[in-house]
């Protein structure tokens, strides 16, 4: 899952508690500080953030079925009173790409994958599918 409207920093957190005057909410090792504040110094409502998020999504140069994936499964949920926008990236049965770009997930970071490192991943698909 990707969400959108949580600071994993703390500084980011007081941040956000000094620009925008609400106070964050303690979840796990992460403060929420929702949407909803963004949404409201843009003028518009939550569904028309989140659908800012998905034509974002939609006019990116994104390989199908990732694109497709995570289109479908875009939704806000609420938490204590903030919405947060949670977007859901389904396991993927090949590479997928961005702008031509290749990125692997490395723990909690996303680097830029070299050819070698494609050709890596690309085996393990190929492997999934012969098991």
């Known amino acids: ?20 005057r609400i106070t964050p909410i303690a979840f796990d090792h992460v403060k929420i500080v929702g949407i909803g504040r963004e949404a409201i110094k843009m003028g518009i409502a939550v569904d028309k953030y989140l659908g800012i998020i998905a034509n974002g999504i939609t006019t990116a140069d994104l390989s199908d079925p990732l694109k497709t994936n995570v289109l479908t499964s875009l939704d806000v949920i609420t938490y204590k009173g903030l919405e947060v926008v949670r977007i859901r990236v389904p396991r993927q049965s090949q590479p997928s790409f961005l702008d031509q770009e290749c990125y692997l997930r490395v723990g909690s970071s996303t680097i830029k994958a070299t050819g070698p490192q494609i050709a890596a991943v690309s085996k393990l698909f190929s492997l999934k599918a012969v098991a």
Do not use: C, N, S
């Open 1 to 20: 899952f990707l969400y959108i409207g949580i600071a994993d920093k703390p500084a980011d957190a007081k941040r956000v508690e000094a620009l925008d």
